[in-house]
């Protein structure tokens, strides 16, 4: 016989329940909150690298995990089906031609658009100034497809004169030579350059090269993460340099109006000339830069004048006569090349505590770096002769 419990408030109302069902209602609310402190953990744990990466960024409060997708709610993920489903901001369509532009599989690239972020390895380097910087690299999935996207697309873009950065055939020396044996020079660059330049303007960019919205969606996710470019992508330094192409087209004739020689690599900027106006020029860079949704970084401003040791993006212009490297980092490298010719690569390194495998041949890039600013330098040549010799044996 099915009980029944009365209930009565105030004698205004009164009705029934069976303790049977009574049971079912508290057996169903028990499932429902295991569900939902399962999925709440379970959450919680796949973001944990999303979170690692947040403390080290907390000057982008706007970056989320997943670029061109917005984070969903716990609720919405408790019925969220396991296997992902490609969002409805990409049209099929779209995806289809951007498949065939960048001879991808459909499949993969619908694969890839779930999550873009699961696609990186994110990774601190340390700085040669102190500090550290974050490298997010692509895997073996999207690379190649950035690297289509660079070839069939990027590449075609023009850039500014003024920009000498990550363009073909051009070096770091191309970026100081045109300040040799000026007088004056005005040093500065851009705080968070590529983290400056966010996942809209790439969309919009990738719409002004004359592709329709929704095929500039795509590309712009391709090419973001955390709502932004990507340092270690392979797209982001073409990207910053069209982006780039208004500011500098601003800056060069700022520039040209009081005799100056301009020119940028990455986020360094050079101003140089004899007659130099100082601080008026500097607060207008500054509006230029802000105008162009960028800011400058203060504390590497630096005012060199005449008799000032001049070193630009690393490089020496000091004698106004020809590059050079600066003379610490020669002591530096003459210094570790003396030992392990003298002693031996396995001596040195354990001399100065180093365990990197690829050391030597970090070691011999550095002085093909140096001969690219000094050409006629015999030492360096003779010393790169000596180290592949070594290398051979190892």
């Not at 080290?56 to 984070?71: I, L, S, V």
């Not at 969220?80 to 995806?95: L, V, Y």
């Amino acid at each position: 016989m099915n009980t029944t419990i009365y209930i009565s408030k105030y004698s205004s109302s009164s009705f029934f329940i069976p303790i049977d069902t009574m049971n079912g209602i508290l057996i169903a609310v028990f499932i429902v909150t295991c569900l939902l402190v399962y999925k709440i953990i379970s959450s919680s744990r796949k973001q944990e690298g999303y979170k690692r990466w947040k403390a080290g960024n907390r000057d982008n409060t706007e970056h989320t995990a997943n670029a061109g997708t917005t984070r969903k709610g716990w609720f919405s993920q408790l019925f969220e089906t396991s296997a992902p489903r490609i969002s409805p901001w990409f049209k099929e369509e779209a995806i289809s031609q951007c498949a065939n532009l960048l001879g991808v599989e459909e499949v993969k690239l619908k694969e890839i658009l779930k999550d873009v972020s699961a696609h990186y390895r994110e990774f601190w380097i340390g700085k040669r100034r102190g500090g550290y910087r974050m490298i997010s690299a692509p895997d073996d999935e999207l690379k190649p497809i950035q690297g289509a996207i660079n070839h069939r697309i990027l590449s075609f873009v023009n850039v500014h004169p003024a920009a000498t950065g990550f363009r073909c055939k051009m070096s770091i020396a191309d970026n100081v030579r045109p300040h040799l044996g000026k007088q004056c020079v005005l040093k500065t660059d851009i705080h968070d350059f590529f983290s400056s330049i966010r996942s809209p303007r790439v969309r919009n960019t990738f719409e002004a090269m004359g592709y329709p919205p929704d095929i500039a969606k795509v590309l712009g996710t391709l090419c973001c993460l955390h709502r932004c470019l990507p340092q270690g992508a392979s797209t982001s330094p073409a990207l910053s340099n069209i982006i780039s192409y208004e500011m500098d087209k601003k800056l060069s004739a700022l520039a040209a109006k009081y005799g100056l020689t301009y020119t940028r690599y990455a986020d360094d900027l050079t101003f140089s000339g004899n007659v130099f106006p100082g601080e008026q020029i500097l607060s207008q860079v500054k509006q230029i830069v802000r105008e162009e949704k960028f800011e400058l970084n203060h504390k590497k401003t630096r005012f060199l004048k005449e008799h000032s040791r001049k070193i630009i993006t690393g490089v020496s212009i000091s004698s106004g006569v020809k590059l050079t490297i600066p003379k610490a980092r020669k002591r530096e490298i003459r210094k570790n090349v003396h030992y392990i010719l003298t002693k031996g690569l396995a001596e040195h390194q354990r001399r100065i505590g180093s365990h990197d495998p690829a050391y030597l041949k970090r070691l011999i890039g550095t002085l093909c770096y140096w001969r690219s600013i000094e050409p006629d330098n015999a030492y360096v040549s003779d010393s790169i002769t000596a180290l592949k010799s070594l290398e051979k044996k190892y």
